[in-house]
């Protein structure tokens, strides 16, 4: 440490209450938001593996599924509408309150501070709430599990008519406004998380912590609270829309002359597509916000583990910037099939063609940076590899469906599916688990043990391969998506050894899982202690014991001297610099 | 006590040797309660552009697409109404003025006068709700009713939100508590009154524009 200004050092509070549970260290609330998005990716995974066994067993009959859903599961059997109330759990949840918390709040909570050298959030206050805002958005949601007529059906995406009209299916009435609420009180949440990051990363940076030398984490934290600032606004601006269509008579998305249950709607002249728009506006974005923070844990890590500094920084942070800025510009691409004009079309298909530019000058940066690099292959580092190829598998057929003419014929098919689990979902979950064995030693003061994680990523890279890309196969093959049972149609008989398969390697991946949990809770335990910097790394949460104290630098303030990824410098007594070592280190 | 977290907003440490900013422009940037809420107040007035720009697109949008839309002529009492919103944000300026010249009696007095237009503001655009209602004008009437009602709604909690802070502001001045530390609290809740009252001009002019 070489701060010269000392201040007197902060305890933690000691009651139980104040500390763990509604504690206003930010190391603790980014520890709950790292639990409550396991939780729900348990909850995620499992309807996941519902879904999938229903798919190649759709007459079987369960005695457990009759006691869980005496309706929709009556005598055993899963019907339809069952199927798609657990698809859009399963999207809502993962979406929600696995992709958008875990990399960004959790991890984000954790690091942010302590990299930019602060003591904690700008609002500590203000970000307790949001955990516990967080928190009540997830009760209400999986609420929507227990009330009559069970969970929407309308899929993570709501499109009315569907969602906006209570006696269309079981599940549109209690069940839906359930989904709308949690949602509202989500986005509330994460925009008093944004408030805290953007103040924070702009206000509190520590001396020496010029923009330019933040850790690639911090940067992709703060685009990604732009980001959901200008979504979430919007998401919530939309659910009103849709809540007043459902109780108040308005009719904002729905059209004239619905016939639902043999009675026409009273509602009239309003626009379905509309809320399309509005969804997608935020939606699309929230890939970014999904992905973004990998994109920086995968950065800091492969500079880490090849011992060189991350390949053009600056092209990287603009990179961020581009992304963030252009993912609000494409929201269209996601509506080719709703009967736009061929010109609209053909603007957001350029669009969403110029995002490959960033992306590609990430993938290549990230190429260059393990060049020719010393390369440890710890967990973390094999995790964040895996990263960079689902990000590229991901990432090229996203290019297939950006154009109009391919995207008409797959968009309802499995190669839709195929493309957004690789790049939104797995990309984003290898992300969090580099994220996971690269940061544990500093979270909970343990090692991960390395051979169990091994094992586990292995399994892991195996599996998601051998479940997701198959589905584009499926997708070329016109196998329709969200359908809940293939066998009455002759054209999807003959590939239901492919959907056999892919449940296999669903069972297998989820099996791979339970090691992660293995090694996570036994090693918080048993784990090797952990030194203050055992990955040998240059940012400032590597300066502090592990775990940090209570208020991080332990009344020291951090003065920032290098960049942060400073390896292999030439002349420097040891392979890493440190962002807080004298300057003279440089000094051949 | 520098650096407390066990408030609301993280206390500055004693200024830096050198003064000047911190945010690792060389300095030491350890937290600017100030800066840092000023920020946060810049980043909340960012959401709710974002949230009216979506009401907004969804307005010119859903009149545009069906023939549906009929136009009702807004109540009168709403001129009074963005008068009295003006004025108050007028009075909350003076009442700036006067605590930078350090007159804080004359400052609780445009204070709280600025506070007293803030509630009459709420109960006059109840007032018009009213008058909509009895000439029978309801939520699900039509679309351009649809839209009065969430607009002014949407509008009428950010009123709440920022009446809350001024209301707050004003007990601590009264009760002679305001102290440096609280300047804060004062231009925070000035700065998003002022936009709320910009967002009404703005609706009002996309009610006459538009309406």
Redesign the interface.
């Known amino acids: 440490m070489s701060s010269p200004a000392i201040h007197g050092a902060h305890h933690a509070p000691q009651g139980f209450i104040r500390r763990y549970v509604f504690s206003l260290d930010h190391k603790v609330i980014g520890i709950q938001y790292y639990f409550l998005a396991l939780f729900s990716v348990l909850v995620g995974m499992s309807l996941s593996l519902l879904m999938r066994y229903h798919m190649i067993h759709p007459d079987a009959k369960v005695a457990w599924f009759a006691s869980l859903w005496p309706t929709a599961a009556q005598g055993g059997i899963m019907t339809p509408e069952l199927y798609l109330s657990l698809m859009t759990m399963h999207g809502t949840i993962m979406v929600f309150f696995v992709l958008t918390t875990a990399p960004q709040s959790g991890f984000g909570n954790f690091f942010l501070p302590i990299q930019i050298g602060a003591e904690d959030m700008a609002f500590p206050v203000l970000n307790m709430l949001s955990f516990w805002t967080t928190f009540l958005a997830l009760a209400v949601m999986v609420a929507a599990f227990f009330v009559q007529g069970g969970p929407p059906l309308a899929g993570w995406t709501a499109y009315p008519p569907l969602s906006a009209v209570p006696q269309a299916g079981p599940g549109e009435g209690l069940g839906q406004t359930l989904w709308i609420v949690s949602i509202a009180i989500f986005c509330g949440a994460s925009l008093m998380g944004a408030i805290n990051f953007i103040a924070t990363t702009i206000d509190l940076r520590c001396q020496g912590m010029s923009l330019m030398r933040m850790p690639l984490t911090c940067w992709t934290w703060f685009v990604t609270a732009i980001l959901g600032l200008l979504g979430f606004a919007v998401l919530l601006a939309a659910g009103v829309l849709l809540i007043l269509d459902r109780s108040a008579g308005t009719s904002f998305f729905l059209p004239a002359g619905l016939l639902v249950s043999d009675q026409i709607l009273n509602h009239k002249g309003g626009s379905p597509l509309l809320w399309q728009h509005l969804f997608w506006f935020f939606g699309h974005p929230e890939v970014y916000i999904a992905i973004l923070p990998g994109m920086g844990v995968t950065s800091q890590i492969l500079a880490t583990f090849s011992r060189k500094p991350v390949f053009g920084y600056r092209a990287m942070v603009f990179a961020i910037l581009g992304i963030g800025f252009l993912g609000f510009m494409v929201w269209g691409h996601h509506m080719f099939m709703s009967g736009m004009s061929p010109y609209s079309a053909m603007a957001f298909s350029v669009l969403t063609m110029a995002i490959g530019v960033p992306s590609a000058i990430k993938t290549f940066n990230w190429i260059g940076t393990i060049w020719g690099g010393s390369i440890r292959l710890t967990t973390a580092m094999l995790f964040a590899l895996g990263f960079v190829s689902l990000f590229v598998t991901g990432g090229l057929s996203g290019i297939f469906l950006g154009q109009p003419a391919l995207d008409l014929y797959f968009h309802d098919t499995y190669f839709v599916v195929g493309h957004f689990h690789m790049i939104m979902g797995v990309a984003a979950i290898f992300g969090m688990f580099a994220g996971t064995f690269y940061w544990f030693p500093k979270m909970f003061g343990r090692m991960l043990n390395e051979t169990l994680g091994k094992i586990h990523f292995y399994m892991t890279f195996v599996g998601v391969y051998a479940i997701f890309t198959p589905m584009h196969f499926l997708g070329i093959a016109g196998n329709p998506r969200r359908y809940s049972d293939f066998t009455n149609f002759d054209f999807l008989g003959k590939l239901l050894p492919v959907h056999f398969f892919m449940t296999q390697a669903a069972y297998f991946t989820a099996a791979a899982q339970i090691l992660f949990f293995i090694n996570l809770f036994w090693s918080m335990k048993k784990g090797k202690k952990a030194t203050a910097n055992p990955w040998e790394a240059t940012t400032l949460e590597w300066t502090v014991p592990s775990p940090p104290p209570f208020d991080n630098f332990a009344g020291h303030h951090p003065v920032v001297k290098h960049g942060p990824y400073e390896y292999s410098v030439p002349g420097a007594p040891r392979d890493y610099i440190m962002q807080t070592d004298p300057v003279d280190m440089h000094a051949a | 006590?520098?650096?407390?977290?066990?408030?609301?907003?993280?206390k500055p440490?004693a200024p830096?040797r050198g003064g000047g900013f911190?945010?690792?422009?060389?300095?030491?940037?350890?937290?600017?309660s100030r800066?840092?809420?000023m920020?946060?107040l810049f980043?909340?007035l960012?959401?709710?552009t974002?949230?009216?720009?979506?009401?907004t697109?969804?307005y010119v949008?859903?009149r545009g697409?069906?023939?549906?839309?009929i136009a009702f002529p807004l109540p009168r009492i709403l001129w009074v109404t963005s008068a009295i919103l003006i004025l108050s944000s007028v009075l909350l300026e003076l009442a700036r003025r006067s605590l930078k010249g350090g007159r804080r009696t004359e400052f609780n007095r445009y204070w709280t006068a600025g506070t007293a237009l803030g509630i009459l503001f709420l109960l006059g655009q109840g007032y018009a709700w009213r008058e909509l209602a009895s000439a029978g004008i309801f939520?699900?009437t039509n679309?351009s009713s649809?839209f009065f009602y969430?607009l002014t709604a949407?509008h009428g909690l950010h009123i709440l939100g920022g009446l809350t802070a001024l209301v707050y502001v004003d007990v601590e001045a009264l009760r002679l508590k305001l102290g440096p530390g609280k300047r804060t609290a004062v231009d925070v809740s000035a700065v998003f009154w002022h936009f709320v009252d910009g967002l009404w001009i703005y609706l009002m002019a996309l009610f006459l524009i538009w309406g």
């Open positions: 006590m520098p650096g407390s977290v066990t408030s609301d907003v993280i440490p830096p911190g945010g690792g422009g060389g300095s030491d940037g350890w937290g600017s800066r840092a809420s920020t946060g980043v909340l960012a959401a709710t974002m949230a009216f720009a979506a009401f697109s969804a949008v859903r697409v069906s023939n549906d839309w939520v699900a679309p649809s969430l949407a």
